[in-house]
Structure formats: structure tokens, C-alpha cells
């Protein structure tokens, strides 16, 4: 069956360290992945996209690899900051005719001061 | 500073009662989704419009839920009658698809911009 996973307990690390978050699929041929971040109470946000051809993409503090043949997604942030505390979601683009995201269950992530 | 817009923010109702869930996608998307997130499952695709055509509603009950885009700055979801399991978050989103010259297919690697979402409890 088709699956994505991320990590459903929480990831706890202290300011200033990388945060490392994994999403896994099976049974999926994305065409690209795109990371989100959500808030408590708000709607999920653009952070980050990266297409099967490509093995990593940055943006600031943010990092993101694609490996097509561990079907595996890791997401990086490295001086985190509390402010970077919030649900990351994976999602990957699918096609079925026409384009459409299925997105993971999400990895709440907690940086403590 | 554009952004989508859902109403209302919260709905409270008893089983049985119409809901409609209302959406003004970004001006100029072309595509509109429709999202219900739980705790268990995650955001699900209920519906996804292009052009303000239906092009997939497979991940709606059919018997209660309806979709439709009556004009490019509203889409709405309803749901007739509701019950406790449609106790939710939905999500609108809107985004902009570019034709990909990809084996006849369509490809759009462009983000969602979600709107703030509608809290629904069936009671």
C-alpha cells in the first residue's frame, strides 16, 4: 500500500542545533517533494520544494535532500531557533492525470531557548 | 499582501444540518483544493478544481459532500447532513499549474498557499 511516514513524536532539540526531519514513502513516484510548516490553528505554509532530479536544495537556514532510490526526504534547519517550533509536513507530488499533493501526517518540532 | 480566505472560522452544529464552507482563492490561480486535516488522518484531498472544472472529487463521501466553483473568487464545500465524523478542519488552497511538456501530462511544481481554515464540530 502507499505510505508516507514521518516521525509522529515530537523532535525536542536545544536553540542553536540542526534539526533533522525524515519523510519516508513507499509505493510513490513523486515527481517533487515540497516541505510545510504549520501553526497551531493556521493553514499549512511554503517552504521548500525539490524535483526528483535534484539531490538537495537550500534557502536560507533551511535544507532539503531527495534520495529517488531510498524514497526518503530529510529537511534540516540548522540554528534553530524557538520560533522554528511548528508541524512540518512532506509532501509529495504526484501525478494521476493531473498534479495533486499527498501530504505526510506531519513531525511537530520543539526548540527549546 | 494576497491571500485565501475561508469562512466561517469556526461552525458548531447538530448532526443532520447543512454546513456550507466558503473559499475566495488567491485572484489569478487557476486551481483550488479542498483539504480536511484530523489528528488521525492527516490533510486529505477532497476535491481539486482547475479552471473552476471538478477534476477529482474521489476523496469525498458523495452521498453528503459536494464541491463546486460558481465563479473564479468562490469555491464552496457542503456537506447535507452532517454527522460527528465530519468533525474536522478544511482547509481551501489555491495555486497556479504551468502546462509541463511532459509526456502529455500536466505539471505544476508551484506551492499551495492555504487559507486559515474552517474549525468544524458536529455535534
Known amino acids: 500500500s502507499q505510505k508516507i511516514e514521518q516521525n509522529s513524536e515530537a523532535l525536542n532539540i536545544q536553540e542553536g542545533k540542526t534539526a533533522t526531519l525524515t519523510c519516508n514513502y513507499t509505493n510513490y513516484s513523486p515527481a517533487y517533494l515540497q516541505w510545510y510548516r504549520q501553526d497551531p490553528g493556521?493553514?499549512?505554509?511554503?517552504l521548500l520544494l525539490i524535483r526528483e532530479n535534484e539531490k538537495e536544495k537550500r534557502k536560507e537556514r533551511l535544507k532539503v535532500t531527495f534520495d529517488t532510490t531510498l524514497k526518503q526526504s530529510l529537511f534540516h534547519i540548522t540554528a534553530s531557533q524557538p520560533a522554528d517550533s511548528a508541524t512540518y509536513l512532506?509532501?509529495?507530488?504526484v501525478n494521476t492525470g493531473f498534479q495533486k499533493l499527498v501530504f505526510g501526517t506531519g513531525t511537530r518540532l520543539l526548540v527549546s531557548p | 499582501d494576497a491571500r485565501v480566505t475561508q469562512t466561517p472560522r469556526d461552525k458548531v452544529t447538530e448532526m443532520g444540518q447543512e454546513v456550507t464552507m466558503r473559499c475566495q482563492p488567491i485572484?489569478?490561480?487557476n486551481t483550488v483544493f479542498w483539504y480536511r486535516q484530523t489528528m488521525m488522518q492527516g490533510l486529505e484531498l477532497l476535491a481539486y478544481f482547475r479552471n473552476r472544472a471538478p477534476l477529482d472529487d474521489s476523496g469525498m463521501p458523495k452521498d453528503r459532500f459536494s464541491a463546486e466553483m460558481p465563479d473564479a473568487t468562490l469555491a464552496t464545500l457542503k456537506i447535507q447532513p452532517s454527522e460527528p465524523r465530519d468533525s474536522a478542519v478544511y482547509f481551501c488552497a489555491s495555486g497556479l499549474v504551468v502546462a509541463d511538456d511532459r509526456g502529455g501530462n500536466e505539471y505544476s511544481y508551484n506551492e499551495q498557499f492555504f487559507g486559515p481554515g474552517t474549525r468544524l464540530t458536529v455535534l
Open chain 1, 42 to 46: 493556521r493553514g499549512p505554509v511554503f
Open chain 1, 90 to 93: 512532506c509532501a509529495l507530488g
Open chain 2, 27 to 29: 485572484l489569478g490561480h
